[in-house]
């Protein structure tokens, strides 16, 4: 083996090894916000603070914890290592875990002095938040924190129905939703929303439509990642479900419920609804895109109408589960 091939060689091992002491303690993965993909990510907070929603598994065998600020820093030197390994100069960054907006002002003001002082160039600092995170900081405290850097929070609305919220136990409810948009308008931090499609199940699908939609047209977010409810193998929502408490939509059904919320939106937004667990793979602006949206969604709803062709269209798109969805 030449020289060139060994350095490639280890050059490759170190990338591994920088990866896996830094990410090591999330196991087999952990989840980004789709707005944040390209983000250098750093750990601070493993699993999520409340972990008591019906329908998620992703951090059930997770303890939260907070990071040590000596641990936060050891992982931001790691990744400067790893970046500088690349040769990349990202200027944008993600607090890693379930909801990092639940640390402490002061602890957050901390962590992005950290940033800056390994990456000179810091543009802002994203992280996933429940909406009481955002509640419980003052007006004073967020504007402190867009002025440090902290922009383009993502938060897990899911629906702006209260029944639907209370059924999913996701122990906040639509005022809470929307005041935590109102605050971050208010100190002119930008913000995504996850939106989940079938939460509300076959009962309250209408009303998980309608509420969402006027919810979200009272608010200004930049971006909706509309997602599809899975039935994740840990969640408890799966005895709902065994029980027929819980009737869940088809994908098709899912799709028409998608194409609802869309067209009840009147807000200036960006549609995501790429997410692998949809139907049918969608992005584009509201209101300019909207209508060709609509019209693309109309044409695979009645393409899909039929049994035979739904079925091959499925079988299809979990054949490429690994293949990027498309867009507008």
Same mark, same amino acid.
Request: proline letters at 2%; charged letters at 25%; one cysteine or more.
């Given at each position: 083996?030449?020289?060139? %091939?060994q350095d490639i060689l280890n050059k490759k091992k170190l990338l591994i090894d920088l990866r896996q002491e830094?990410?090591?303690?999330?196991?087999?993965?952990?989840?980004?916000?789709?707005?944040?993909?390209?983000?250098?990510?750093?750990?601070?907070?493993?699993?999520?603070?409340?972990?008591?929603?019906?329908?998620?598994?992703?951090?059930?065998?997770?303890?939260?914890?907070?990071? !040590?600020?000596?641990?936060?820093?050891?992982?931001?030197?790691?990744?400067?290592?790893?970046?500088?390994?690349?040769?990349?100069?990202?200027?944008?960054?993600?607090?890693?875990?379930?909801?990092?907006?639940?640390?402490?002002?002061?602890?957050l003001l901390q962590i992005a002095d950290m940033i800056r002082k390994y990456f000179s160039e810091c543009d802002? #600092?994203?992280?996933?938040?429940?909406?009481?995170?955002?509640?419980?900081?003052?007006?004073?405290?967020?504007?402190?924190?867009?002025?440090?850097?902290?922009?383009?929070?993502?938060?897990?609305?899911?629906?702006? !129905?209260?029944?639907?919220?209370?059924?999913?136990?996701?122990?906040? *409810?639509?005022?809470? %939703?929307?005041?935590?948009?109102?605050?971050?308008?208010?100190?002119?931090?930008?913000?995504?929303?996850?939106?989940?499609?079938? +939460?509300?199940?076959?009962?309250?699908?209408?009303?998980?439509?309608?509420?969402?939609?006027?919810?979200?047209? +009272?608010?200004?977010?930049?971006?909706?990642?509309?997602?599809?409810?899975?039935?994740?193998?840990?969640?408890?929502?799966?005895?709902?479900?065994?029980?027929?408490?819980?009737?869940?939509? !088809?994908?098709?059904? *899912?799709?028409?419920?998608?194409?609802?919320?869309?067209?009840?939106?009147?807000?200036?937004?960006?549609?995501?609804?790429?997410?692998?667990? %949809? +139907?049918?793979? #969608?992005?584009?602006?509201?209101?300019?895109?909207?209508?060709?949206?609509?019209?693309?969604?109309?044409?695979?709803?009645? !393409?899909?109408?039929?049994?035979?062709?739904?079925?091959q269209y499925e079988l299809k798109r979990w054949q490429n589960w690994g293949v990027e969805p498309g867009a507008?």
């Open positions: 083996m030449n020289v060139l %091939n830094i990410y090591g303690r999330y196991g087999f993965y952990y989840y980004v916000p789709m707005a944040e993909s390209f983000t250098v990510q750093v750990p601070v907070t493993v699993s999520c603070s409340y972990n008591k929603c019906l329908y998620c598994d992703l951090n059930a065998n997770k303890k939260f914890r907070e990071l !040590s600020l000596d641990e936060i820093e050891a992982n931001i030197k790691n990744l400067k290592a790893l970046n500088d390994l690349r040769n990349n100069r990202n200027a944008r960054f993600l607090l890693a875990g379930g909801n990092p907006f639940v640390l402490s002002s002061q602890k802002y #600092i994203s992280c996933f938040a429940r909406a009481d995170d955002i509640l419980r900081k003052s007006d004073d405290e967020l504007k402190i924190l867009k002025d440090a850097g902290y922009d383009r929070l993502c938060i897990g609305l899911e629906s702006g !129905s209260d029944k639907v919220l209370n059924f999913q136990q996701k122990g906040l *409810t639509r005022i809470d %939703n929307l005041n935590a948009m109102r605050r971050l308008d208010d100190a002119n931090i930008k913000y995504s929303g996850y939106i989940m499609l079938g +939460l509300g199940g076959r009962d309250l699908s209408r009303e998980h439509v309608s509420e969402t939609a006027s919810m979200l047209n +009272l608010a200004r977010p930049f971006e909706l990642t509309v997602v599809t409810l899975v039935l994740f193998k840990g969640a408890r929502l799966i005895e709902k479900v065994k029980s027929h408490e819980f009737k869940r939509l !088809s994908p098709y059904e *899912t799709l028409k419920e998608g194409r609802d919320l869309l067209n009840n939106l009147n807000i200036s937004v960006v549609w995501n609804a790429t997410h692998k667990t %949809n +139907l049918f793979p #969608i992005k584009g602006k509201i209101p300019e895109h909207k209508d060709l949206m609509l019209k693309r969604i109309d044409e695979v709803i009645e !393409s899909l109408s039929d049994a035979d062709n739904l079925k507008v």
